[in-house]
C-alpha cells in the first residue's frame, strides 16, 4: 500500500461550523505533513510530525489544530475559519522527516463560506 | 529566506518536443533536490531527484541536469507527450526543514 488516504474530498464550511480532516497512510512511514495549497501556487508547509510529536509548526493561526493520534494516522481541526483559508489541503507522508521523499495524498478541497 | 527560483512559469511545446524547466538555488547547504508532478485535482507526486554530488539523472524520458557551481538545476523530458501536461515543482531540502519548492511551471504539451 503506497497510498496517503485523505477524507473528505470536498468540504463546505461556515465561519463558525467546527470539522476536520483526516489522512491516513500504512507505509509505515513516522513523519507526516499538513501543506495548504492556493491556486496556481505551491504547498506550503503547515505542521510536520515526527514519530507522532509535533516537529514543527510554521506559525499558523490558532484555528487550525493538527492532531496525530498514532503514526498512521493525521488530523486536521477546523473552528471557526476564514474565507481566505479555502484551498487545497494536502497531507504528505515521509520515511523519516530529514528526507524529500513525500508521499502526497490528494487532498482536501475546502470552500470557506 | 532559503528560495528557489523556478523558471519558466509557463511553457507550451509540441509533442515529441523537449520542455526544459530551470531552477535555481541559493542556499549551498541544501542536500537534496527532487521534482514534483502535479495533475489537476491531485496531489503532487515525487517524479525524480538528485543530490548535489550528481551532475546528471535520468530515469525514463525525464533528466535532470544539476550544475553545482552555478547552483543551478533543470528538468528535461524528452519525447514528450500530451500526458505529460501538468505543473512542475522543483525543491530543495535542509535537512529537517522540509522542502522549498519553487513557484511551479504549468506545462502543455500540444498534441
Known amino acids: 500500500d503506497t497510498e496517503v488516504t485523505q477524507t473528505p474530498k470536498h468540504l463546505v464550511m461556515g465561519m463558525t461550523n467546527k470539522k476536520s480532516l483526516k489522512c491516513e497512510q500504512h507505509?509505515?512511514?513516522?513523519?507526516m505533513y499538513w501543506y495548504k495549497q492556493k491556486a496556481k501556487k505551491p504547498p506550503e508547509l503547515m505542521f510536520v510530525?515526527?514519530?507522532?510529536?509535533?516537529?514543527i509548526n510554521e506559525s499558523v493561526p490558532s484555528r487550525f489544530s493538527p492532531e496525530c493520534p498514532n503514526s498512521s494516522l493525521l488530523n486536521l481541526h477546523l473552528h471557526a475559519l476564514q474565507p481566505e483559508d479555502s484551498a487545497l489541503y494536502l497531507c504528505?507522508?515521509?520515511?523519516?522527516?530529514?528526507?524529500?521523499?513525500?508521499?502526497f495524498g490528494e487532498g482536501s478541497r475546502l470552500t470557506v463560506l | 529566506q532559503q528560495q528557489v527560483k523556478q523558471s519558466p512559469q509557463s511553457l507550451i511545446v509540441q509533442k515529441g518536443g523537449i520542455p526544459i524547466i530551470n531552477c535555481a538555488y541559493e542556499n549551498t547547504a541544501f542536500d537534496y533536490f527532487p521534482w514534483y508532478q502535479q495533475f489537476p485535482g491531485k496531489g503532487p507526486a515525487l517524479l525524480i531527484a538528485i543530490r548535489p554530488d550528481v551532475s546528471e539523472k535520468k530515469e525514463g524520458r525525464f533528466t535532470i541536469s544539476f550544475n553545482k557551481s552555478a547552483k543551478q538545476f533543470s528538468l528535461h523530458i524528452m519525447d514528450s507527450q500530451p500526458g505529460d501536461s501538468a505543473t512542475y515543482f522543483c525543491?530543495?531540502?535542509?535537512?529537517?526543514?522540509?522542502?522549498?519548492f519553487g513557484k511551479g511551471t504549468h506545462l502543455i504539451i500540444q498534441p
Open positions: 504528505a507522508s515521509s520515511v523519516r522527516q530529514n528526507t524529500g521523499e513525500l508521499f
Open positions: 525543491a530543495a531540502t535542509l535537512g529537517a526543514d522540509g522542502l522549498t
Open positions: 510530525y515526527s514519530y507522532e510529536k509535533l516537529s
Open positions: 507505509m509505515g512511514h513516522r513523519a
